[in-house]
T-cell receptor
């Protein structure tokens, strides 16, 4: 079983819809939770990150973490065609002084927002 | 401009040949990473390096080799021992520091195709 599970989609929504993207994980040591956005044939870019449980909002984007359920979500309000991309969740936990920022990724959800 | 560069963007290789992918960063980051991305697999860690002249295997290191002779450079060699090398390869870098999250910045990727 994978440490991080993410529904790969594809997910197709009309412009203006609210989008919900989710990941579940099994490693209780994970402390930092990230969402990366990846446009086709490009490198991923960090969208948001959250430490431990709670919510974080940035414009149209809201990240939620529920450590008790080992479940994280990304909500996109008023979705736009420019939001069409693959969204990857990623997580890491402290493994010692030399571990740095080793990340474990979900497989990504492909999102299309139709005008 | 600060960032990560990868070259070439597209690479074609015949079976049985070794090939080296370039990754350079001018962000003054200590840590560098190589990931492989396949459809439905997300990003999988090949090798990472926290400091010059030191590196560790990731989850799928077999058939790959790296070197870290300079802080800004972390080349990846895909050897003929790698059974299925056709994939999208992503390089990333981050600062390092114990109990904290350090954002990973990604390069644009190299798409390797074995003919």
């Amino acid at each position: 079983q994978k440490e991080v599970e993410q529904d790969p989609g594809p997910l197709s929504v009309p412009e203006g819809a609210i989008v919900s993207l989710n990941c579940t994980y099994s490693n209780s040591a994970f402390q930092y939770f990230m969402w990366y956005r990846q446009y086709s044939r490009k490198g991923p870019e960090l969208l948001m990150y959250t430490y431990s449980s709670g919510n974080k909002e940035d414009g149209r984007f809201t990240a939620q973490v529920d450590k008790s359920s080992k479940y994280i979500s990304l909500f996109i309000r008023d979705s736009q065609p420019s939001d069409s991309a693959t969204y990857l969740c990623a997580m890491n936990g402290y493994e010692g002084e030399t571990s740095g920022s080793r990340l474990t990724f979900g497989e990504g959800t492909q999102l299309t927002v139709n005008p | 401009d600060g960032g990560i560069t990868q070259s070439p963007k597209y690479l074609f290789r015949k079976e049985g040949q070794n090939v080296t992918l370039s990754c350079e960063q001018n962000l003054n980051h200590d840590a560098m990473y190589w990931y492989r991305q396949d459809p439905g697999q997300g990003l999988r860690l090949i090798y990472y390096s926290q400091i010059v002249n030191d590196f560790q295997k990731g989850d799928i290191a077999e058939g790959y080799s790296v070197s870290r002779e300079k802080k800004e450079s972390f080349p990846l060699t895909v050897t003929s021992a790698q059974k299925n090398p056709t994939a999208f390869y992503l390089c990333a870098s981050s600062s390092t520091g114990g109990k904290t999250y350090n954002e990973q910045f990604f390069g644009p990727g190299t798409r390797l195709t074995v003919l």
